[in-house]
């Protein structure tokens, strides 16, 4: 695994690791952010969805409209997990 890889990883765990905290306080699924971690740790990711930080044309996100769905928080924990 290259360096930058092996960074961008710990870096993703960190940000998924304060995620978890709104977990905790009932703010998110833990399923949901588990998911998301597994999807964000993908090499390749398929682009299925169109999904941005505002939304999501899975039928997840149309099902539960009030919710945050897995590939929403893939991106944010990918765009967090930059930012570090």
């Known amino acids: 695994m290259e360096v930058g ?16 905290h709104a977990v905790a306080l009932g703010r998110l699924e833990r399923r949901r952010l588990d998911r998301a971690l ?11 969805y169109h999904t941005t930080l505002r939304g999501c044309s899975c039928r997840d996100a149309e099902i539960h409209p009030g919710t945050i769905c897995k590939h929403r928080l893939c991106l944010m924990l990918k765009k967090r997990a930059e930012a570090e």
Do not use: T
């Open 38 to 48: 597994g999807l964000a740790l993908r090499k390749h990711q398929m682009p299925k």
């Open 5 to 20: 890889v092996k960074a961008f990883r710990s870096r993703l765990f960190a940000v998924y690791n304060k995620a978890r």
